[in-house]
Nanobody, 124 residues
Framework: VPLVESGGGLVQPGDSLRLSCAASGRIFSTYPMGWFRQAPGKEREFVAGISWNGGNTYYQHSVRGRFTISRDNGKNMVYLQMNSLKPEDTAVYYC??????????????????WGQGTQVTVSS
């Protein structure tokens, strides 16, 4: 599943960024979508997931209340709005597609495809 992320960059602590992901290849509107991240020296981790129709969203504890995942099924797009960014949010962020239709998208095993990633650096 081709997934192309955009929107990363260098920001200061407390700033906001919005990541975007363009998807193609599957019937996008029936699959859960998500965002993962990988910091230097660490394993890739689940950040946020959204169900096929956007009705349910799931977040890693450390980003809950600061990050918001959303999707536009008409445009085959998924977004991650990141507010109040912290240095510990620095990582490569990956868009992810679910492995089967109608999975919840609530945790890592629901996903099997990732994009190339976009770098997010939070530093003063």
């Amino acid at each position: 599943v081709p997934l192309v992320e955009s929107g990363g960059g260098l920001v200061q602590p407390g700033d906001s960024l919005r990541l975007s992901c363009a998807a193609s290849g599957r019937i996008f509107s029936t699959y859960p979508m998500g965002w993962f991240r990988q910091a230097p020296g660490k394993e890739r981790e689940f950040v946020a997931g959204i169900s096929w129709n956007g009705g349910n969203t799931y977040y890693q504890h450390s980003v809950r209340g600061r990050f918001t995942i959303s999707r536009d099924n008409g445009k085959n797009m998924v977004y991650l709005q990141m507010n109040s960014l912290k240095p510990e949010d620095t990582a490569v962020y990956y868009c992810a597609a679910g492995k089967r239709p109608y999975l919840s998208g609530s945790y890592s095993p629901d996903f099997d495809s990732w994009g190339q990633g976009t770098q997010v650096t939070v530093s003063s």
